[in-house]
């Protein structure tokens, strides 16, 4: 075979099966990077429900407080643990202020919490006791 076609057939292999195996880099990293993308939205989604489950969980222990009039060790803890880390997602505002009305409410026991909150329901029923 002559020098000058085989050099014109080694430059076509060579042009076809380097373009392949670029071909198949390419496709391999747009693949890691769709992997990549899918694992940040499942993360942001996780972020959002818990969010959202934080919020929902401080303002029903908050209102509860509240309408109580006092709060207990327990729940004064429990409270300070669930709006850390709410606050650092980035929390809105309504938690942060039933918390630092929280925060301003009268310790009480958790046998006088017990009452009141009987109390409430009994109220909210229009249950009289005698």
Known sequence: MDPEVRMIIIAIISGLSSSGVMSLVIYLLQRHDKRKEKAEENNSAQSRMLLGL?????????????????????????????AAPYFDLGGNGDCRIGYDACQKLPVVSDDDAEEKDAAIRRKEYGIEVK
Do not use: M, P, Q
């Not at 934080?54 to 669930?82: A, M, Y």
């Open 54 to 82: 934080g919020h929902d969980k401080i303002l029903h222990l908050t209102d509860k407080c509240v309408r109580r009039g006092s709060i207990t060790l327990k729940e004064k803890r429990n409270l300070e643990f669930l």
